[in-house]
């Protein structure tokens, strides 16, 4: 049995945590670096999948929000709110739960996908749907939390930022140093304000380097690529489909100073890569992280990521939170077959697809 005891206990030397922190968890953090074998071979990279979906809910939320939730428990907080298109939602309910707080949490009404609903209403928190977006429901809550005792759980909470920079250390632990690239999805800009922060810090204390830091938005929602606040940010992707990202600046000046660029991905690139994850690498993760493969296979074309260089992809969420998805996007259903073994290998024999 791993006894690995979680972000607080195992990084409490480089997070914000006091004597009086409680030591919240549900074993977040300490997930896989998979090798991606094939793809690696065919793009001439060093391709490594970050794989955060083997987080406790199922996304790397979870590693803020244990920060966050231990912070507003320890400061004497009953209550915690967010807005979000799901997975904060999820990790915001579950840690909610389990440190015994009230927790509310306002998402755009039918556009969340269908597993992190369900984590929300299974774990108890209060679910509201805004007759709006993420950047609408934003909004509300901001405005809530500053009239009433209720702690903002949103990545504009400093603590949601602390938890998440803990991924870059387990990176550079894993590789032994920082890796040349880090491709990473973009939606409300948290996450790559925090890689970058935590690449940081890591390197000035153990000396493991910096990597370029390369975030994808997805096309209908890439405010920060076109510079302005999309008023109905539109795809797929519905964990990213956010038009006006609250750490817009954090995530330029992570693309500056690192010398990378924020870029956007088409939403076919993003199906693309999506299956292509799942089919040549066994590795199944939501629409919205593959926006990452996607982007460093659109820059490999390009030329902006070079050959041979050492990339992680950040692969956010979980696939089997979006099932929907999953199988609008396959067009090989299950056959069905007669309750006899001759069907089958009749079948089976005859290679046909159905
Ligand atoms: N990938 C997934 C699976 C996400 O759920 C999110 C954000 C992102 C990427 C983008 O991360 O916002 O830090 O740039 N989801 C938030 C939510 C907005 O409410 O669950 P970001």
Redesign the pocket.
Known sequence: MSSWKGLIQEYKELLPVTEETPLLTLREGNTPLVPLEHLSKEWGVDVYVKY?GANPTG???DRGMVMAVAKAKEEGSKAII??????????AAAYGARAGLRCIVVIPEGKIALG?LAQAVMYGAEVLEVKGN?DNALDIVREISKQEPITLV??VNPYRIEG?KTAAFEICDALGQAPDVLA???????????YWKGFKEYNEKKGTGLPQMR?FEAEGAAAIVRDEVIEEPETI?T??R?GN?A?WKQ?VAAAEESNGKIDYVTDEEILEAYQLLAKREGVFA?P??A?SIAGLKKQIESGEIKKGSKVVCVL??NGL?DPNTAMGTVDVKPAVLPNDKEAFLAHIKGGVRS
């Open positions: 955060e996304s790397f939320k967010c807005a979000s298109t799901g997975n904060t939602s999820a990790a992190k993420f949103n990545s998440q990473i999805p973009v939606g409300n800009a948290g996450n790559i304000t925090a975030g992707a964990a990213i956010i990202p750490s995530a939501e919205a992280s926006a956010t969420g939170k």
